[in-house]
């Protein structure tokens, strides 16, 4: 019976996490390919997507790291602190996209609504 409530119980704090982190508003979930194809359509959103977190690791003074599919569509994430301890698993994330034409794109990660997706079933 426990079981059958947790998804009952993991709702609101899903809600009011992602509530927390964008007052409320809507959250897009997209894949990298959709990001990667239409970014400015989606610049300045609240997104959910999901990839394998890679890094560039050539000067250690410029590590960043990014998710990317099967397919080589890439999105640049931040905070690093969020990702560093993932690098090559396949994680979902809730966070602000930005996109600019010279910066590419990239994803402010929210910690808390990102916590929330991950307890949700």
């Not at 609101?12 to 359509?41: D, F, H, I, K």
């Not at 640049?76 to 034409?101: K, M, N, Q, T």
Request: glycine fraction near 8%; charge should be negative.
């Amino acid at each position: 019976m426990r079981h059958l409530l947790r998804p009952l119980l993991l709702t609101p704090v899903l809600a009011t996490a992602l509530a927390a982190c964008g007052g409320g508003e809507r959250v897009s979930e997209v894949t990298l390919a959709q990001l990667a194809g239409a970014a400015a359509e989606f610049n300045g959103e609240l997104v959910q997507t999901e990839g394998v977190v890679k890094r560039f690791d050539e000067d250690p003074e410029r590590y960043h790291y990014w998710l990317e599919d099967e397919d080589v569509n890439r999105v640049a994430v931040e905070p690093h602190d969020e990702v560093s301890d993932r690098l090559g698993e396949h994680i979902r994330v809730v966070g602000r996209f930005s996109y600019h034409p010279e910066e590419g794109r990239l994803i402010e990660i929210d910690p808390a609504a990102t916590a929330a997706l991950d307890a949700a079933p």
